[in-house]
Antibody, heavy 121, light 113 residues
Framework: QVQLVESGGGVVQPGRSLRLSCAAS????????MHWVRQAPGKGLEWVAV????????YYADSVKGRFTISRDNSKNTLSLQMNSLRAEDTAVYYC??????????????WGQGTLVPVSS | DIVMTQSPDSLAVSLGERATINCKSS????????????LAWYQQKPGQPPKLLIY???TRESGVPDRFSGSGSGTDFTLTISSLQTEDVAVYYC?????????FGQGTKLEIK
């Protein structure tokens, strides 16, 4: 059974950094593209970033480009999101999500439970 | 970016009745090389992550009850729940995966009348 477990969330001040992680199990992690999707409190879903199955390709939403970095360690079945220069508008629950296919444009067939990142002074 | 617009924003339907949610994309999400519409539907219950219901506009994900169906092509799509059950109370999102960034509709909140 596929399991995705996010960690690393918590209150952070504007301008500071935070690193999120997602531990994957129950799948051959290195076969799948992986995404981060976020949801501001009481709001809709916003795609954040994708990394290809082998880590060679990465794409970002304009809202986070230059500030966030997605990475993965296939030897540890772990996905990460390094978030720098955080802003109040980055406040959200961050979900890691598995792509159904090896393409940056994909549906997300498994999601973690999410980790909350409040950005506040 | 492709903008996804859902209607209505909220919907109240009686148990056992049909619920219909619409999704319109700002440009066609039909991809000719594979002859498919790159459109998915998700269900999100309070405090839970989204759950994939339908992809390719009309292909039901494994384990999804057959009362859920998707239709449409090009820019106009519909999610239909044929006979509403109490466990269907949720927010529903459409998503296009035709191009990056992947984008979602604003969501439709479905309640029991």
């Amino acid at each position: 059974q596929v399991q995705l477990v996010e960690s690393g969330g918590g209150v952070v001040q504007p301008g500071r950094s935070l690193r999120l992680s997602c531990a994957a199990s129950g799948l051959t992690f290195s076969n799948y593209d992986m995404h981060w999707v976020r949801q501001a409190p009481g709001k809709g879903l916003e795609w954040v970033a994708v990394i290809s199955y082998d880590g060679s390709n990465k794409y970002y939403a304009d809202s986070v480009k230059g500030r966030f970095t997605i990475s993965r360690d296939n030897s540890k079945n772990t996905l990460s999101l390094q978030m720098n220069s955080l802003r109040a508008e980055d406040t959200a629950v961050y979900y890691c999500a598995k792509a159904m296919w090896q393409q940056p444009n994909s549906v997300f067939d498994y999601w973690g439970q999410g980790t909350l990142v409040p950005v506040s002074s | 970016d492709i903008v996804m617009t859902q209607s209505p924003d909220s919907l109240a339907v009686s148990l056992g009745e049909r619920a219909t949610i619409n999704c319109k994309s700002s440009q066609s999400v039909f991809y000719s090389p594979n002859n498919k519409n790159h459109l998915a539907w998700y269900q999100q219950k309070p405090g839970q992550p989204p759950k994939l219901l339908i992809y390719w506009a009309s292909t039901r994900e494994s384990g999804v009850p057959d009362r859920f169906s998707g239709s449409g092509s090009g820019t106009d799509f519909t999610l239909t729940i044929s006979s509403l059950q109490t466990e269907d109370v949720a927010v529903y999102y459409c998503q296009q995966y035709y191009g990056l960034p992947n984008t979602f509709g604003q969501g439709t909140k479905l309640e029991i009348k």
